[in-house]
């Protein structure tokens, strides 16, 4: 213990001070974190014992969007005191459900204009949308510099319209860890209103599989490759731009299989779904609420967070049970609420969409090091690739450990828990070297994470704070120098 207070001491008392009630103290998550844990809990108090047996499924993408999409379902469903209780801690499943949800500062997007929204044709951004939105999604950088327009040699660029809904592709970017794919969805009828994300972004998703010619095992559904949701602005009531990212390094690298220098990629896209603005999901029946409620006083139980708090584990056992058979209850008159997508939470847009275009692999300013540092427990990183959008860690996998990685000045990139396993964005930050650190899973979520969000320490001296608290913390740290000068001078 001694120890770790001098690796936190600083050359100024007071910031010492100010370090010390920050390391003791309790972290808030983001009210937006909150509220989707509270408002998820429910189903996660449902699901429990299958949620300890196979916390993996948590990760799956689908679910995640399921959870994002029940924002304020406590309010909907009329749950009063489950504010108290939901803040008990859920344990290490339930945070990685929500391991794309902290960030807490809104994107602020540039103006764009269509002379005329009913004609795709006429729309200026169609061709550069990676121009427009490029600085400004989550992996942002200069897309319009290394981009190259997706079309055939017969149609030219690629746009097809069904009933009165056209996806153009604009743009293809690739590197050997992810291909970029800008489009327009232009609805001749207006978007219905739609929830945004965290970030001030559309809750849009494209549904679907991509089928690579290098890929002998045929089409992929799109959650496999990558992340579903679109990320992007909506230009105007009938025009959504934006780009979908395909991980084509972990999916590819997992199997073996080498990404050529061009091939040819068929894009089959059924359904788009967004996440309604005002969902339709039924409330708790009185009578099923009513029978909680009545179940709990038969066994001499009070309903409110103080009655909770006191109550033994037994009793805790007996409202668990008790608060399960009401929601289970619920899930049989409702039975697609436990699904995502559903007609509650969402709007859909039909399709198919059938694309067939050609992507020409671009590594210009591609960076790739091989590490093969692995410790005696298993963990270190395997190797580091740093494209012009991002930085992405090869590490052996471990559910139990989390990775966070540091700029050259300490701070945190990407700002929050990663949405993408091991990859992290590189606008903004200073990557002439970074710190991975593997951290206990539970200990980064519940502790370490939360020194980063408080405000207990001026800014200037942030990044130098919560290094030394991950030097400290961490079960394995490794520095990497992407300069070349730097690494020559070491």
Request: net charge negative.
């Amino acid at each position: 213990m001694e120890e770790q207070r001098k690796i936190m001491q600083t050359d100024n008392p007071q910031l010492d001070e100010n370090i010390r009630r920050t390391l003791n103290g309790t972290f808030p998550l983001p009210p937006k974190v909150e509220n989707a844990k509270k408002e998820s809990f429910a189903k996660v108090r449902v699901m429990a014992d299958a949620k300890k047996e196979s916390f993996a499924k948590v990760r799956d993408v689908a679910a995640d969007k399921a959870l994002n999409a029940r924002q304020n379902e406590e309010d909907n469903m009329g749950r009063n005191r489950e504010g108290g209780r939901s803040r008990r801690k859920l344990g290490k499943a339930l945070f990685r459900g929500f391991a794309g949800m902290a960030a807490v500062a809104a994107a602020t997007f540039c103006c764009i204009y269509i002379v005329n929204p009913s004609v795709v044709a006429q729309v200026p951004i169609v061709s550069h949308v990676f121009e427009q939105i490029g600085g400004v999604l989550d992996f942002a950088g200069n897309y319009e510099e290394l981009a190259e327009p997706v079309q055939e040699a017969e149609k030219g660029i690629e746009s097809i319209t069904i009933d009165g809904t056209t996806i153009t592709l604009s743009e293809a970017y690739c590197n050997e860890t992810a291909l970029y794919l800008s489009l327009v969805i232009h609805s001749r009828e207006r978007i219905p209103d739609t929830a945004y994300d965290e970030d001030g972004k559309p809750m849009i998703s494209m549904y679907g599989q991509i089928d690579f010619d290098f890929d002998e095992e045929g089409a992929i559904d799109l959650l496999y490759v990558g992340d579903s949701e679109l990320d992007g602005k909506l230009v105007d009531d009938n025009t959504f731009a934006g780009v979908i990212r395909f991980d084509m390094g972990q999916y590819f690298l997992s199997k073996g299989v080498e990404i050529p220098d061009n091939f040819k990629v068929n894009l089959s896209v059924p359904q788009i779904v967004g996440t309604k603005l005002h969902d339709t999901r039924p409330e708790m029946p009185k009578e099923l609420r009513e029978q909680y409620e009545a179940a709990m006083e038969e066994n001499g139980l009070g309903l409110t967070d103080e009655d909770y708090d006191c109550f033994t584990e037994e009793q805790k056992d007996i409202e668990h049970q008790l608060f399960n058979d009401m929601w289970n209850a619920y899930y049989e008159l409702y039975p697609d609420r436990q699904t995502y997508p559903n007609q509650y939470d969402n709007w859909f847009l039909y399709g198919p969409w059938d694309f067939a275009f050609d992507v020409a692999r671009n590594d210009e300013d591609v960076i790739r090091k091989e590490i093969n540092d692995i410790d005696e427990n298993g963990l270190g990183v395997l190797a580091v690739t740093k494209t012009p959008m991002e930085i992405n860690i090869e590490m052996p996998e471990n559910l139990d450990c989390f990775a966070a990685v540091l700029d050259a000045n300490g701070n945190l990139m990407g700002n929050e828990v990663p949405g993408y396993g091991n990859v992290v964005p590189v606008n903004g930050y200073d990557t002439s070297r970074i710190y991975v650190y593997i951290c206990d899973y539970v200990e980064y979520l519940d502790e370490l994470k939360g020194v980063w969000w408080s405000g207990g320490y001026d800014e200037s001296v942030k990044g130098e704070v919560f290094k030394k608290l991950l030097d400290e913390r961490a079960l394995y740290s490794k520095e990497i120098i992407f300069d070349e000068q730097e690494e020559a001078a070491q």
